[in-house]
């Protein structure tokens, strides 16, 4: 994994709050942006999420997935101080999607 390493908690519907690592170099933040607008809404990739063949580290709490736009992301728990975080990005980004499929323009306010 990159020391560059960007994270992204979110809240899946399993319950699981995730860190979704992603590095910047490589991947632009709009195109992971609008990667955990449709991540968020599905299984954490420990109890059934979409991921393909998910490599798990010698600690087994990290992973590498190649999703559909073909980049990398990397994932791991959250650490307990980091959950309310996740529940509240998880919130915004239902909030921008929900209003997007009603056609309304959305924004999402930073914590």
């Not at 994270?7 to 519907?13: A, E, I, N, Q, S």
């Not at 299984?43 to 998910?54: D, L």
């Not at 010698?58 to 980091?82: K, M, N, Q, W």
Request: hydrophobic share 35%.
């Amino acid at each position: 994994m990159p020391s560059d390493t960007q994270w992204t908690p979110l809240r899946h519907p399993c319950g699981c709050a995730v860190d979704w690592g992603w590095n910047k170099a490589s991947q632009s933040p709009p195109v992971f942006i609008d990667w955990c607008s449709y991540a968020f809404d599905h299984p954490c990739p420990w109890h059934g999420g979409e991921c393909n063949a998910p490599v798990f580290s010698e600690a087994g709490d990290i992973l590498l997935l190649e999703p559909s736009p073909g980049f990398t992301v990397y994932a791991r728990l959250t650490a307990d101080d980091d959950t309310a975080l996740a529940d509240t990005i998880t919130a915004q980004l239902r909030h921008v999607t929900e209003h997007q499929a009603r056609g309304r323009e959305a924004v999402a306010v930073a914590p």
